[in-house]
């Protein structure tokens, strides 16, 4: 028997997730399940689309309790081109099993999945967002993504199952400011994962290019200061390696899109997109862009070799603007690389830690 794991907007959140599970007990009885969305940003799915289940070869069939099936991943696991993904790496790099939440069908259905993969776990719902915009209400300045927790946490409570919410890493993902986040958090008693935790993440780490849970793995293993990222700049301070739990009535207390679409239970993910965009001005289906990175000199072309070291640790230290350190998926873009690239930047800049140290 174990809870059900939800990374709540896709993406690297299946990374963090099992960093919470880890912390919270979740592989007690094997690895625990955790569920997530196969949406990734453009850079690595050009489609930057809500892949299902018909997208994918060699997903493992399974039923629930309630009659309801759903597909996880493993190893073997490949998207259909042209979309790309990272879930199947994932599923070969993290001690977790991998289940695919498909919300194409609409909020009813994605409730049914949900239910069902609840069931077949044997225990309750832990939602786990990496930096807190699940709590957003809708109209803070650095908002871009608002749109998959809200559809998370309304389908988590069109279950009716037992769900708690834990907020990791608040303010990490650059969209809430911290200190805001800490005020809507306020009353909760944070549990700060050890050092083991974000371990069991490092295979994936090594490789993914997830930023804020990079940034909340290297906060747990003492990381301090301003960080670069693709977005902007992030800081790393003492609340930073908490995982925040609060109700889900609470959560949904928060946020407007989620209320509004328990209320309105759009039956296609259009639909429900409609919602969030209505609410916040957002398009939750358009593809997350962010602007290149500053540089004063052409980066290699796409996909080449990484430069030496010192070349490298130079053209980064410019482009960190004075930050303490750069996020790998910030490297390679700097230098011109891909996220694939990741593994091979890390050998030339010979670090085996989630972020750059670059002051």
């Avoid at 696991?77 to 199947?88: E, F």
Wanted: with cysteine.
């Amino acid at each position: 028997m174990s809870d059900l794991y939800v990374a709540a907007g896709g993406g690297g959140d299946p990374v963090g997730t099992l960093i919470a599970a880890r912390a919270l007990g979740g592989d007690a009885a094997g690895p625990p399940p955790i569920a997530t969305y196969a949406w990734e940003r453009p850079e690595v799915d050009p489609t930057a689309a809500a892949l299902g289940d018909g997208d994918f070869e060699g997903l493992v069939r399974e039923t629930g309790d309630a009659g309801d099936g759903f597909a996880a991943f493993t190893p073997a696991t490949r998207v259909r081109p042209p979309a790309g993904s990272t879930l199947p790496g994932l599923a070969r790099d993290l001690p977790a099993r991998l289940l695919l939440l498909d919300p194409a069908a609409g909020l009813r259905a994605l409730a049914r999945r949900l239910g069902s993969m609840a069931a077949a776990a044997g225990g309750r719902i832990r939602v786990v967002d990496i930096g807190g915009d699940i709590l957003t209400h809708g109209d803070e300045p650095g908002l871009c993504s608002p749109f998959t927790d809200a559809l998370t946490l309304a389908a988590c409570h069109l279950t009716g199952i037992p769900t708690t919410v834990h907020v990791a890493g608040p303010g990490l993902d650059g969209e809430i400011e911290e200190r805001t986040l800490l005020e809507r958090l306020t009353g909760s008693e944070p549990l700060v994962p050890g050092r083991d935790a974000a371990a069991a993440a490092s295979r994936a780490l090594a490789w993914h290019p997830s930023e804020a849970s990079a940034l909340w793995a290297a906060s747990l293993h003492g990381a301090r200061g301003t960080v670069r990222t693709v977005r902007g700049t992030v800081r790393l301070t003492d609340a930073s390696p908490g995982l925040y739990p609060l109700p889900l009535a609470e959560a949904l207390g928060h946020n407007p899109v989620a209320r509004a679409l328990v209320e309105e239970r759009p039956a296609t993910l259009r639909a429900a997109a409609a919602v969030s965009q209505r609410l916040t001005g957002i398009d939750g289906l358009a593809s997350e862009r962010t602007p290149p990175p500053r540089r004063d000199q052409e980066p290699p072309a796409a996909g080449t070799a990484a430069p030496d070291r010192d070349t490298a640790m130079k053209v980064l230290r410019e482009a960190a603007d004075g930050a303490d350190h750069v996020t790998l998926r910030h490297a390679a873009r700097t230098l011109g690389l891909t996220w694939a690239d990741i593994p091979a930047l890390r050998t030339v800049l010979g670090i085996g830690t989630p972020l750059l140290r670059t002051a």
